[in-house]
């Protein structure tokens, strides 16, 4: 089991930035696929961006590219979402999910186990 714990969100306006942190419990597997997902009300599930534990590469959902960057401390199995330049569209609640492996569906919330409890961003313009 990965116990998964979002942290870092908030308040900001139109322009500014935020930087998330996942925490994950442990991983019992060498690979696992890390996401950010995101939700805002009346809305799908989306993913923002994944990165694979094991080489560090990285993957973005258009809407952020340019804007988000995701990162990971390996020896602290935190992934990190430093989003910059955050726009009102950005608003919604912040999820982490873990899966083992490498996904070929990364973008479908249904191929994660592993979620964590949202963390709210909020954008004002």
Known sequence: QVQLQESGGGSVQAGGSLSLSCAASEYAYSTYSVGW?????????????????????????????????????????TVYLQMNGLKPEDTAMYYCAASPGILATMWDPRSFGYWGRGTQVTVSS
């Open 37 to 77: 997902f995101r939700q805002a009300p009346g809305k799908e599930r989306e993913g923002v961006a994944v990165i694979v534990t094991s080489s560090g590469r990285t993957y973005y959902h258009d809407s952020v590219k340019g804007r988000f960057t995701i990162s990971q401390d390996s020896v602290q199995n």
